[in-house]
């Protein structure tokens, strides 16, 4: 089946210092990726998203690029600010009777300290 | 503004006395869902609905029930609640189950906890 594995938070940084949170994903055919991210007593927003092997998906400075020979969507950030804490979800589209949905991973709670 | 609106945002209740949370959505989407959100679970899909009068089970739909009289609205009931549904609930909206340049919107989310 479609599932997606992120990496266990929480994660703890200092401000400006590098982001990576890793993602991987297992799916059948070819499906689009997606980074969200949810901050304090919100809902979830969309980031960022890549639709085809190769794709660099970019939003608020953060990056992620789509690698079909890894099954991987990697989120990286060179400078984290302290209004980046939030818990970040990597996705993906599967398919749902005849259209699809989103297949979220566990979610990265990222804090950063100044 | 194009909004997922939930209500209520907080409710601590009891087992067995039945609640309602409400979402409704101004943009016109077809496709409706609901999601919990559990520490160390992620998100994880409940109920969908493609469009009005049409609903299906998600991942976990034990113990809920969603109706779709009209399209902007998407209510999801539980019946008799227990304490393992105490969460975090998420509606959100979509144009067409998903759709690559419209991604799926979110509410802010309602917390229930089940005593």
């Known amino acids: 089946g479609n599932s997606v594995t992120q990496m266990e938070g929480p994660v703890t940084l200092s401000e400006e210092a590098f982001l990576t949170i890793n993602c991987t994903y297992t799916a059948t055919g070819y499906p689009s990726l997606f980074w969200y991210v949810q901050y304090p007593g919100e809902g979830l927003q969309l980031l960022l998203k890549a639709t085809k092997a190769d794709d660099k998906g970019s939003n608020k400075g953060f990056e992620a690029t789509y690698r079909k020979e890894t099954t991987s969507f990697h989120l990286e950030k060179g400078s984290v600010q302290v209004s980046d804490s939030a818990v970040y979800f990597c996705a993906l589209t599967a398919s749902q009777g005849g259209s699809e949905k989103l297949v979220f991973g566990k979610g990265t709670k990222l804090t950063v300290n100044p | 503004e194009a909004q997922v609106t939930q209500n209520p945002r907080y409710l601590i209740t009891v087992t067995g006395k039945k609640l309602t949370v409400t979402c409704s959505q101004n943009?016109?989407?077809?496709?409706m869902s609901w999601y919990r959100q559990d520490p160390g679970l992620g998100l994880r899909q409940i109920y969908y609905s493609m469009n009005v009068e049409v609903t299906d089970k998600g991942d976990v739909p034990e113990g809920y029930k969603v109706s779709r009289k009209e399209k902007r609205n998407f209510p999801l009931i539980l019946e008799s609640p227990s304490p393992n549904q105490t969460s975090l609930y998420f509606c959100a909206s979509g144009r067409r189950g998903w759709d690559v340049d419209q991604p799926q919107h979110f509410g802010d989310g309602t917390r229930l906890s089940i005593l």
């Open positions: 943009m016109n989407h077809e496709y």
